[in-house]
């Protein structure tokens, strides 16, 4: 009996040490990852991801939303239970308006760009060579547009600037650029420069109010392609953006397919009761209601 007992308290001793080291294992390995995550937070992480989607898949979503209203798409966004999410506040305003084609309106797939206000000294006064250099060396290392290269045929360009800043981060050459590459339209959440020159150039933006300064001394590139937001709505790259008259709306591409089929019966009953209107009225078709 006594033999036993010792055996029995051996094996208890045993294992009791066996967990003791599993536990000073697993305690090491546990403050080991501890340490890494805290690290990996401590050099900066985004907790929302960017879902990359291909052209071919864009070009079909885009299909589901073409010639849709701003309003439209809202109802649809109810639809799925998403009522006043997505709304751009209505102090995002287009530009110019053509009531005649609506050609201010558009519908594209967001590319995002994030510009925050520099805590870098300005420039100062300097020679013209001087200052023109520094301007140079600001726009290649501090405020550049790295985007530019994800631009394709259908995105919807959205940038969040700085907005307190008086700040033309948005202009007549830049912006003829980027639809030469495929971008239908811009939404930006603060300013942009040469109104009048892209008013007449006819390229789609929905911003807030003008602005006349350069980026030099005004602004920094923060980071392209990540969540951002625009007139309280936050946008994810790959979201739908849908834009006319009535502002702009973001449809999360997740509901996508959904917001579109809904929206798509919205519009249609809405052309065909005003298509009967028009001809009781004797008023000559429009694109409205074409």
């Keep these: 009996m006594a033999m036993q007992t010792r055996v029995i308290t051996r094996l208890a001793v045993s294992g009791a040490l066996m967990l003791l080291g599993w536990q000073t294992t697993c305690g090491a390995a546990y403050a080991q990852d501890k340490e890494a995550k805290v690290a990996d937070l401590r ?18 979503l885009l299909q589901l939303f073409a010639g849709l209203r701003v309003s439209d798409v809202a109802d649809g966004m109810d639809s799925v239970g998403l009522q006043n999410v997505g709304l751009v506040s209505p102090e ?5 308006r053509d009531t005649e084609h609506y050609i201010h309106r558009f519908v594209g797939i967001a590319v995002t760009a994030r510009y925050v206000p520099t805590n ?9 060579a001087e200052f023109d250099r520094r301007a140079g060396e600001w726009y290649q290392n501090l405020s550049p547009e790295p985007f530019v290269p994800l631009i394709r045929r259908g995105t919807a360009l959205v940038i969040e600037d700085a907005e307190s800043a008086d700040v033309g981060t948005i202009g007549s050459n830049n912006i003829l650029g980027w639809k030469a590459r495929g971008c239908v339209g811009v939404v930006t959440g603060a300013t942009a420069r040469d109104t009048d020159e892209i008013t007449a150039q006819r390229v789609p933006l929905y911003f807030k109010k003008p602005g ?6 005004r602004n920094e590139i923060e980071s392209v392609n990540r969540p951002v937001v625009v007139g309280g709505a936050l946008v994810v790259p790959g979201d739908v953006i849908v834009a ?13 397919e959904a917001v579109a089929r809904y929206a798509r019966a919205i519009l249609e009953g809405d052309k065909a009761g005003r298509r ?11 694109d409205s209601v074409k």
């Design 43 to 60: 050099a900066g992480k985004s907790f929302i991801p960017t879902e990359v989607c291909s052209e071919e898949d864009d070009r079909k």
């Design 92 to 96: 995002i305003r287009p530009l110019w």
């Design 120 to 128: 870098k000294p300005p420039i100062g006064r300097r020679e013209t």
């Design 212 to 217: 006349r300064g350069i980026r030099p001394g």
């Design 244 to 256: 006319d008259g009535d502002g702009v709306v973001v449809v999360p591409r997740r509901h996508a």
């Design 276 to 286: 009967k209107l028009y001809q009781k009225l004797g008023l000559p078709a429009d």
